[in-house]
């Protein structure tokens, strides 16, 4: 029995995502840090799902456009879930486009 119904789980990441907006992070990026981030990323998403009830929610989070870091994170918690998990499409946000 858990006290959870919703989940956000932030996790850590390379932030590639804001290399432009934040250019003089740029010198410590590297290109291997999306796979050394990926073992703890999908750690923390697995317990998330593993914490969740049926009918809960868990949103997964990074400032990251590495599919290693993202897609790959969310398909290994879908393989490893102790339940069955649905996946929803986020609702319709004006002024954000979506790429299929």
Same mark, same amino acid.
């Given at each position: 029995n858990t006290p959870f119904h919703r989940i956000l789980a932030?996790?850590?990441?390379?932030g590639d995502g804001m290399l432009r907006r934040l250019p003089r992070t740029l010198p410590?990026?590297?290109?291997?840090?999306?796979?050394?981030?990926?073992?703890?990323?999908?750690?923390? #998403?697995?317990?998330?799902?593993? #914490?969740?009830?049926p009918g809960g929610k868990v949103v997964f989070s990074t400032c990251s456009l590495n599919?290693?870091?993202?897609?790959?994170?969310?398909?290994?918690a879908l393989a490893t879930a102790p339940h069955p998990v649905v996946l929803e499409p986020l609702p319709s #946000?004006?002024?954000i486009r979506f790429a299929p």
């Open positions: 932030d996790v850590p990441c390379s410590d990026w590297t290109s291997s840090d999306g796979c050394r981030l990926h073992p703890t990323q999908a750690q923390i #998403l697995a317990r998330a799902v593993a #914490l969740m009830p599919p290693v870091e993202d897609e790959a994170v969310v398909a290994h #946000l004006p002024g």
